[in-house]
C-alpha cells in the first residue's frame, strides 16, 4: 500500500512538472526510425517546419518522438494529423502518415487526474467503512 501511495505521489508530482502553461495543448508524436528513410525525411525537417509551434524532439535507443505544443483551441490529434510536412523531395505528406501513433497529452493528463481522484475517493472511502466497523 505504501509504494502505491509513493508512486502516486511521484505520478502526481511529474504532473506537475510538466504542466507549463496552461493555455496550450500538448501532442506527442512517435515515429519509426526505418518508415522516415523510407519518405525521405528526418526529425529535423518535421521540426524546421513548426517553427510557429513550441517543438522538442527525442532519439536514441527508442523510438523517436516529437512533442508539439499548440495554443488552446480546437485542436486534436485529427487536426494536427493533417498537418502538412514536405519530405526532402517536396512532396507534402500528412503528419498522421509519417507518425505511428499520435497522442492528445493535455487530455490524457487530464483522464488521468480524474482517474487518480477517483482512485483516492475509493480508498477513502473503504478506510471510512474500516474505521466505522471498529469499536
Same mark, same amino acid.
Given at each position: 500500500?505504501?509504494?502505491?501511495?509513493?508512486?502516486?505521489?511521484?505520478?502526481?508530482?511529474?504532473?506537475?512538472?510538466?504542466?507549463?502553461?496552461?493555455?496550450?495543448?500538448?501532442?506527442?508524436?512517435?515515429?519509426?526510425?526505418?518508415?522516415?528513410? @523510407?519518405?525521405?525525411?528526418?526529425?529535423?525537417?518535421?521540426?524546421?517546419?513548426?517553427?510557429?509551434?513550441?517543438?522538442?524532439?527525442?532519439?536514441?535507443?527508442?523510438?523517436?518522438?516529437?512533442?508539439?505544443?499548440?495554443?488552446?483551441?480546437?485542436?486534436?490529434?485529427?487536426?494536427?494529423?493533417?498537418?502538412?510536412?514536405?519530405?526532402?523531395?517536396?512532396?507534402?505528406?500528412?503528419?498522421?502518415?509519417?507518425?505511428?501513433?499520435?497522442?492528445?497529452?493535455? @487530455?490524457?493528463?487530464?483522464?488521468?487526474?480524474?482517474?487518480?481522484?477517483?482512485?483516492?475517493?475509493?480508498?477513502?472511502?473503504?478506510?471510512?467503512?474500516?474505521?466505522?466497523?471498529?469499536?
Amino acid at each position: 500500500m505504501k509504494k502505491l501511495g509513493s508512486l502516486v505521489i511521484c505520478f502526481l508530482m511529474s504532473l506537475a512538472v510538466m504542466a507549463e502553461d496552461g493555455d496550450s495543448k500538448k501532442f506527442l508524436f512517435l515515429f519509426n526510425k526505418k518508415e522516415l528513410k @523510407e519518405h525521405k525525411i528526418s526529425m529535423k525537417d518535421i521540426e524546421s517546419q513548426f517553427a510557429a509551434f513550441k517543438t522538442k524532439t527525442y532519439g536514441g535507443n527508442s523510438e523517436l518522438a516529437l512533442i508539439l505544443e499548440t495554443p488552446k483551441g480546437n485542436f486534436d490529434e485529427c487536426f494536427v494529423g493533417q498537418f502538412l510536412v514536405r519530405n526532402r523531395e517536396n512532396i507534402n505528406l500528412k503528419l498522421e502518415e509519417l507518425a505511428f501513433r499520435m497522442v492528445d497529452m493535455t @487530455e490524457t493528463k487530464q483522464i488521468t487526474n480524474a482517474l487518480l481522484a477517483a482512485y483516492e475517493e475509493s480508498l477513502q472511502a473503504k478506510k471510512a467503512e474500516r474505521k466505522a466497523e471498529k469499536p
